[in-house]
């Protein structure tokens, strides 16, 4: 993960990242592997069925609310419960750019 992340920064110019189902179940999509992903400039970001759990933490909803240049951010298939949902639609209030947001199928 460590590696992939390195990899991202150092291409700056990627528009579109689709990492979806690249954890199984028994993996963990790390804190600092998901911090990278949301701080790449990429306008479409796929994370759809990588066991994503936030456990509290407000990372999503920080980089939502900061208004990036993100246009597409599919997080369905993923282990959002209903506190995650509730902060990614408060910080949807402050964002113009993101155009679509799937997040179906979550807990």
């Known amino acids: 993960a460590d590696r992939l992340c390195r990899s991202i ?9 689709g990492l979806q189902t690249c954890c199984n179940e ?3 999509f790390g804190y600092s592997m998901l911090k990278t992903l949301v ?7 796929n994370l759809r069925g ?3 759990r936030t456990n509290g ?4 909803p ?4 900061s208004n990036p240049p993100l246009e597409v951010l599919a997080l369905d298939h993923n ?21 679509e947001l799937n997040l179906k199928r979550n807990d």
């Open 39 to 45: 701080s790449s400039p990429a306008r479409k970001l």
């Open 26 to 28: 028994g993996a963990t």
């Open 79 to 99: 282990h959002f419960v209903d506190d995650d949902l509730q902060k990614i639609s408060m910080a949807l209030k402050t964002n113009d750019r993101l155009k």
């Open 50 to 52: 990588n066991h994503i």
């Open 57 to 60: 933490c407000s990372i999503l």
């Open 62 to 65: 920080d980089y939502i609310a």
């Open 9 to 17: 920064l150092a291409h700056p110019k990627v528009q579109i990242l």
